[in-house]
């Protein structure tokens, strides 16, 4: 017997911007934004019938109409509005909105912050999704992408096995850099959702800062823990390391040393090292 699986669709990569032209001072809101739905399809898949199909042209003019007169606060909320929205219509079961907002600071002047040109600011993306789903309540996860980091002592890497094709050295002081994803996911849809990611952001670089890491393992672990230990309001959080290598250089072809200095910087290939922290179910 053959059988239609789980499936879902919509529209992925929807480029909005948002200007907000205030009398003393202009705001730019950059997203990009997927709309997917899930629910009563399985006719356009085996009949082609396309009756329940809301067109993936609609999902973007209503992204871009919804932000007309919604997109004035967090990525968060202005995306749980968007996916109820599909929610209304009866085919769709579960409508998921996923945002991810690129920065624009104000040029800095010698007459202070400019009023009507900006700076892309590329130290990090903010991320954020909504599902709305008609059997439960929305569930509002929120996180970073390209934050990328290094620490130039206490961390190390021993204690491996060893075969036959195992060549790197242990070491117990080493760089160690990475381009940190983190996605948190919040146990309510009504918070202060900016608070919120200011204080988890925070948290994040102040444990990956003071912590010693034997592992990016043990380092995703740590700074995990830490996120649930401080923000009651995030139920789980899923990291994504990739262990960007820094190899030290051999310097003695020239007739020096390298004191732990001079290194080549590589990023592919890559260790990715991927773990999920909890709140336990007990």
Do not use: C
């Not at 079961?93 to 907002?101: D, N, P, Y």
């Not at 010698?110 to 009507?116: V, Y």
């Amino acid at each position: 017997m053959i059988e239609l699986g789980a499936n879902r669709y919509g529209k992925a990569a929807i480029r909005l911007v948002k200007v907000t032209r205030d009398p003393d001072r202009h705001h730019v809101r950059d997203l990009t934004v997927a709309v997917a739905l899930e629910g009563d399809f399985r006719a356009a898949h085996t009949e082609g019938d396309n009756a329940n199909v809301i067109a993936t042209d609609t999902m973007k003019n209503t992204v871009y109409a919804f932000a007309a007169d919604h997109l004035d606060g967090p990525a968060e909320t202005f995306g749980a509005i968007v996916a109820g929205h599909f929610l209304e219509m009866p085919q769709v079961e579960r409508a998921t909105v996923s945002l991810r907002e690129h920065r624009w600071t104000p040029i800095p002047t010698d007459g202070g912050p400019s009023r009507d040109a900006f700076l892309r600011s590329g130290d990090f993306t903010r991320t954020a999704s909504a599902t709305a789903v008609r059997a439960g309540p929305t569930v509002v996860e929120a996180g970073i992408e390209d934050l990328t980091v290094m620490k130039t002592a206490r961390s190390g890497f021993a204690g491996f096995p060893r075969d036959r094709y195992t060549t790197l050295p242990e070491v117990d002081d080493r760089i160690m850099a990475s381009r940190v994803s983190a996605t948190w996911r919040y146990g309510s849809a009504d918070l202060d959702w900016d608070a919120l990611f200011d204080g988890v952001r925070g948290t994040l670089l102040d444990v990956l800062a003071d912590h010693v890491s034997p592992s990016v393992q043990s380092s995703i672990w740590i700074m995990g823990r830490a996120i649930l230990e401080r923000h009651a309001a995030v139920e789980e959080v899923r990291m994504a390391l990739p262990n960007l290598h820094h190899w030290a250089v051999d310097l003695t072809p020239f007739g020096l040393d390298n004191r732990g200095e001079i290194f080549v910087a590589t990023t592919e290939p890559h260790g990715l090292i991927e773990a999920t922290v909890r709140r336990s179910a007990g």
